[in-house]
Nanobody, 120 residues
Framework: QVHLVESGGGLVQPGGSLRLSCAYSGDISNLDYMGWHRQTPGEQRELVALVTSSGVITYVHSIEDRFTLSRDYAKNMLYLQMNSLKPEDTAVYYC??????????????WGQGTQVTVTG
């Protein structure tokens, strides 16, 4: 089991910044990758960015260069620095972890989500 707890969401004006944090704990020895997703009402949850166990980071195109994902292995923290926020970034942001066991089973874990609202 892996436990994820997000924090850092809030209300911000267009052009502003927020940093989301995700504290992870539990059995993290088999984490394959971690990342951030977001979801707006009536829409499917979509990937924002992820980092593999080897440290490769991938962003979706709509993020451009505005967001930065980072992981602090010593503190068991995952971050998403969001700059130049736009109203279309408004969503609930979820921390996600994919576990892959040595025998090939895969499990997905999600945090409770944190609301980000960009409005002027």
């Amino acid at each position: 089991q892996v436990h994820l707890v997000e924090s850092g969401g809030g209300l911000v004006q267009p052009g502003g910044s927020l940093r989301l944090s995700c504290a992870y704990s539990g059995d993290i020895s088999n984490l394959d990758y971690m990342g951030w997703h977001r979801q707006t009402p009536g829409e499917q949850r979509e990937l924002v960015a992820l980092v593999t166990s080897s440290g490769v980071i991938t962003y979706v195109h709509s993020i451009e260069d505005r967001f930065t994902l980072s992981r602090d292995y010593a503190k068991n923290m995952l971050y998403l620095q969001m700059n130049s926020l736009k109203p279309e970034d408004t969503a609930v942001y979820y921390c996600h972890a994919r576990e892959k066991t040595p025998i090939g089973y895969e499990y997905d874990y999600w945090g409770q989500g944190t609301q980000v609202t960009v409005t002027g």
